[in-house]
């Protein structure tokens, strides 16, 4: 089993001794979500694959945050937005500008990444260094500004 499903089944039994309902519920979320992508896949995810799914739910919570906000019902955005920091208890420390602005000129340079053509392969090779510690909407749009540049 991954260090992190371990960590999250660790957690849904301290928040079931605590009484601790609301981040239960978020919690038991997230594992099910993993349990579900093991039995369709049927296979055992490692932390990668956790990561991954961790990452999906972040940005699904992101959205509907920003949704209900637009629409006015703030009493929802702000179930979404204590999800997302439980979520994020369980995300890895997440880059600086600096550094994603290093690791993109480094998967530019590996790939030899001259227009957007090549926006693919840097992405392929930044995907997995950066899965969870950044917003990979955010660094695509980092890669086509230099690439289109």
């Known amino acids: 089993m991954s260090a992190l499903k371990e960590q999250l089944t660790a957690e849904m039994k301290t928040c079931m001794k605590a009484k601790d309902k609301e981040r239960l519920g978020v919690v038991r979320s997230l594992l099910a979500a993993i349990k579900q992508v093991?039995?369709?896949?049927?296979?055992?995810?490692?932390?990668?694959?956790?990561?991954?799914?961790?990452?999906?739910?972040?940005?699904?919570?992101?959205?509907?945050?920003?949704?209900f906000t637009d629409a006015g019902r703030m009493d929802l955005a702000e179930q979404e937005a204590y999800e997302m920091t439980v979520i994020q208890d369980f995300m890895p420390q997440a880059l600086t500008e600096t550094e994603i602005a290093t690791l993109i000129e480094a998967a530019m340079a590996e790939s030899g990444a001259?227009?957007?053509?090549?926006?693919?392969?840097?992405?392929?090779?930044?995907?997995?260094?950066?899965?969870?510690?950044?917003?990979m909407a955010e660094v695509s749009k980092l890669i086509k500004a230099k690439l289109g540049a």
Do not use: F, W, Y
Request: glycine residues 6%; without cysteine.
């Open 114 to 135: 001259a227009n957007m053509q090549d926006m693919g392969k840097v992405m392929a090779l930044l995907k997995p260094q950066m899965q969870g510690r950044a917003d």
């Open 38 to 67: 093991e039995i369709d896949n049927q296979t055992t995810l490692d932390d990668t694959g956790v990561l991954a799914i961790l990452d999906k739910a972040m940005k699904q919570r992101r959205d509907s945050h920003q949704q």
